[in-house]
């Protein structure tokens, strides 16, 4: 009976400070046990006190940190560092890329999904489809994304309820603007399906490989960015190209790039609806199409869930930019930004219009001028060694040709004025469909900025700005963008 209650007592001691993230070894807590409560004969209440007391002394922690973590929910998860619960059920598990991991995966509630990592093998591993309580996890940040972490101390309890996740399925309308590396013609290691660079697997190392074809890539709508994978099967719906006709290019040219240059050929700048499902990083697509005004350009219906980092592509005539003098930075004092007189805050931009000229104006250094000019007018970029991509491109176009253009607005100054440019990132001719959608989302967009002009001049925020700054006037904007519409609809705006 004596040796029942010790065993009892120091599982539940040890159990209050496994739960607290504090592993400590049964023997001297049972030895303490027995000393107190048979040879000094001390109640069970005050052995438990001060054996909890002796321990967080050697811990060097207080009485608060023996309460188990709280019960927070996903979306509540912003710090690293700290000590939760969670209920939440596994979406997806991975093959972890390191032996000290025994599992990797994405858990998610009503809230949120966050991905988790198993540190100890101790742990019972979690299946995909099933709910859990995750009792005593650490929130870590890897990456600039938050996830938790399952360590010995943790305990992991399997329920009965059928935790609900947020809807993972989205649509999103928008331009795609970037190409991501690891796009075309990729190879896959046939053990794991990763990705191999240089004919190596990243966990496998040289081994048998597959061929597959993907894009990874930007989707823009002017306010979110996301970033999107299109598997094999989508880029053959939207390029009539797939794993057989990649080949087919590669073979031909001797270099698999050609089929990256393709692919970008009839999909960059293009606009397009998508639905798949939201991982952590990614839009898994599994339906696209392309867009044109028939079907009415829409923004994303679920809201603002962009999963890109990067600013979003801004829609500005080309009037407007030409007007926009006034640079600022942002809140973290490094990203510079262009205010435009309807009070967009410009990072970076999405112009669709007609390349006029191009001009090597300083061989040594590879930098060429060039003009694009929208109904409204022309815009000046500068193209160098620096912009790869864009100068590869802009050496296979000959004006005129209508181009899309994605790239940073910086203000210039010369001797005698300040001027915007644009320094391209991407460039790829278009036709008129996408043309049409641009000036079709871009007069959207100024109506909508002119709008909330009217309404800013007490407010604290861009549009304020933009009134001390350029005081516009609004009923010239609103001219413009009429007669954009006018030019390329023969009608107005609805």
Known sequence: MDEELISKLTSQILSKFRKAGYEIKPKEVSERLRLLLLEFKVPESEAVRTIENYLMKELEISREHLKEAPLVKIVDITEPGEWVSLKAKVVQLWEPNSESISQAGLIGDETGIIKFVWLSASVKPVEEGKSYVFRNVVTD????????????????????????????????????????????????????????????CPVHGKVEAYEDLRVKGVVDDGENVYEVILKQEIVKSLTGIGLEEALRIAREYLDRNAVLSELKSKLFGRYLRLIGTKGERYLVVKEATFLDLRTKLKRTRQGSIGT???????????????????????DDSKAKYVLTPTGARCNRIFFVGALLEKEEVRPESGIWRIRVADPTGAITGYVGRFQSNALEALTEVEPPKMVAVVGKIRVLKSESRKFVAVRPEQISIVDTKVRDCWVYETAKSTLDRIKRMEEAKESDDDFKLAWQVYNPNLDEYRRIVRKVIEAVFGASLK
């Open 308 to 330: 890109g980092k990067r600013e979003p592509a801004k829609r500005v005539f080309a009037f407007e930019l030409n007007s926009s003098t006034y640079e600022m930075v942002g």
């Open 141 to 200: 940040c890897y990456n600039g994304k938050m996830q938790v972490n399952v360590n010995r101390n943790s305990e992991i309890e399997e329920i009965d309820e059928d935790v609900q996740l947020p809807p993972r399925e989205v649509e999103v309308f928008g331009a795609l603007v970037a190409i991501q590396q690891n796009s075309g013609l990729i190879k896959r290691c046939k053990l794991c399906n990763r990705t191999m660079t240089k004919e190596i």
